[in-house]
């Protein structure tokens, strides 16, 4: 439906449209009822209220996860301690609970692709071969540049039977490598 209220906020996020319908009611009717004593204390919500507003229009029609473009500092560190923790784990081979700490890793820091990696690794120890390529292409996906992560795929493949892909990532390794050895552990 062109020119519907509903067609022209689709885009809108549901917390956009809660300030939006915030907004009208704060600032609307009931504005005038307010006395001249409490509006001046009103002037910083409306000031951030219409930067939030502001904010969500410039971003019309893009994604923005605000978890995805980074963690927060307190988060980071979150993600590093139980990635070490999960290390430790997986050094001892206890891939298991090794797993869900790199599990919880990413669920404090979802960029961290040497977490994804590890996880990948862990997947492949635990032979459970389609979560390790799952995990090593999530990786690839953060960073194309990881040796280790093209390789670990490719013997998961090769252990799935994918010879043709596990080939391709091969190929991939020695194209990038220039006869370095990646950083593997399986």
């Given at each position: 439906m062109r020119g519907s209220i509903e067609s022209y906020l689709q885009p809108f996020s549901s917390s956009v449209l809660v300030?939006?319908?915030?907004?009208?009611?704060?600032f609307g009717q009931q504005k005038q009822r307010m006395n001249q004593a409490n509006r001046p204390a009103l002037a910083p919500l409306k000031f951030f209220i219409y930067l939030l507003l502001l904010i969500s229009i410039s971003t019309v029609g893009q994604t923005v996860v605000?978890?995805?473009?980074?963690?927060?500092?307190?988060?980071?560190?979150?993600s590093i301690k139980t990635f070490q923790?999960?290390?430790?784990?997986?050094?001892?081979?206890?891939?298991?609970?090794?797993?869900?700490d790199f599990e919880l890793a990413l669920y404090y820091d979802p960029m961290n692709?040497?977490?994804?990696?590890?996880k990948g690794?862990?997947?492949?120890q635990l032979r459970r071969y389609n979560g390790a390529i799952a995990d090593f292409s999530k990786a690839l996906n953060i960073n194309q540049k990881d040796t280790a992560s093209f390789y670990g795929r490719a013997e998961a493949y090769r252990y799935n039977g994918n010879y043709?892909?596990?080939?391709?990532?091969?190929?991939?390794?020695?194209d990038m490598g220039a006869g370095e050895e990646p950083e593997v552990i399986i």
């Open positions: 300030l939006l319908l915030f907004n009208a009611g704060l605000f978890s995805q473009a980074g963690a927060s500092k307190r988060d980071s560190l979150k923790e999960g290390m430790k784990k997986k050094a001892s081979k206890d891939y298991v609970f090794a797993l869900k692709w040497k977490a994804y990696r590890q690794h862990t997947e492949f043709k892909l596990a080939l391709n990532d091969y190929n991939r390794v020695t």
